[in-house]
Each structure stands twice: as structure tokens, then as C-alpha cells.
């Protein structure tokens, strides 16, 4: 015998994530469509396993499934979407910091760093969406990504870094 949903409470606690659930959808899949369907197909399961929600953050919650069903999709239909290619820029020896008048150059380009990011790997990308865009904290992505919180707090780090790197790069050739 199945259980039948909480409908109004799985709404309450649920809906208004919609947002940020897409969001993180469109920028993992890199793609508005996909992310509707990918977002879609998490709400179904979702609401299926809203029986076995014991309470807490609805949010990493149902980041966590919106994840997973861009991962399993992913892994599926792009398998070479998830491989990171290794990038002695990036995980080389620490280069020189941008002074002011380069880092509010990055600030005011923010198509150049929406570009980046999602050129970003894949694993790279979730963490510095789920900590800059969706305010997660480090904490909250562990739980959602499944991973230790070092590993979340050297991801973001790297991603950080590699954004920084490539936005100083692009500066310099335009020179």
C-alpha cells in the first residue's frame, strides 16, 4: 500500500525552491531546456519520496535530488561532460594576484565570469553555484553533494582559482 503525500506541505516546504532548483539545474546541464525537464523530473521524485522527508532543510534537500537527476542524466546521455581534464594553470604552482584595478575590471564583466563558469567542469561548477549564487554553506553543500567538507572547500577553491586565472588571461589579450 503506498503512502499518498503531504500535497500542501510538500508544497510549502518544496515550491518555493523552484527557482533555485532550476538554477542550479541550467547551470550544470548548461542548458534551459534540459534544465526544465532535468527540474521536473526531480520534483516527480521528490514529491514520490516525500514520504521519507523526516523534516529539515527542504532546500538541500531537494538540491540534492535536482543534483543527482542532472548526474545520473548526465552520465547517461554526456558521459564526458563529468571528466575533468587536469590544468597545470590551474593546479600548478600559485601565480601572481590581480591588483585593484584588474580585479574590478572582473567585477564589472559579469558575462565574462558567467562565461567561465560555465566552462567550469562540472564539479567545479555545482560547488561554486550552490556556495556564490545559492548561498549554501559549506556545510549544506557537503550534505547535498555528498562530499567531505574539505573536498567542497578545495573544489571551491580551485574553482575560484581558475576563474580568477582565466579572467586575468582574457584581460591581458585584450591589452
Known sequence: ???????????????????????????????????????QEAFLRALRFFGGFRGG???????????????????RERPGDLATPFDEEVHGLDREEPGPEAALLIA??????????????????????LREIEGLSYKEIAGVTGLPIGTVMSRLARARRR?????????????
Open 57 to 75: 532543510d527542504g532546500r538541500a534537500w531537494l538540491l540534492t535530488i535536482v543534483r543527482n537527476t542532472c548526474f545520473g542524466r548526465m552520465r
Open 108 to 129: 564589472d564583466d559579469a558575462r565574462a565570469v558567467s562565461r567561465e563558469l560555465r566552462d567550469l567542469p562540472v564539479e567545479f561548477r555545482e560547488v561554486l553555484v
Open 1 to 39: 500500500m503506498e503512502v499518498q503525500p503531504d500535497i500542501p506541505r510538500f508544497e510549502r516546504l518544496l515550491l518555493p525552491h523552484l527557482d533555485a532548483a532550476f538554477n542550479l539545474a541550467r547551470w550544470l546541464t548548461r542548458d534551459n531546456q534540459e534544465a526544465e525537464e532535468v527540474v
Open 163 to 175: 576563474i580568477q586565472l582565466r579572467l586575468a588571461g582574457r584581460q591581458r589579450k585584450e591589452v
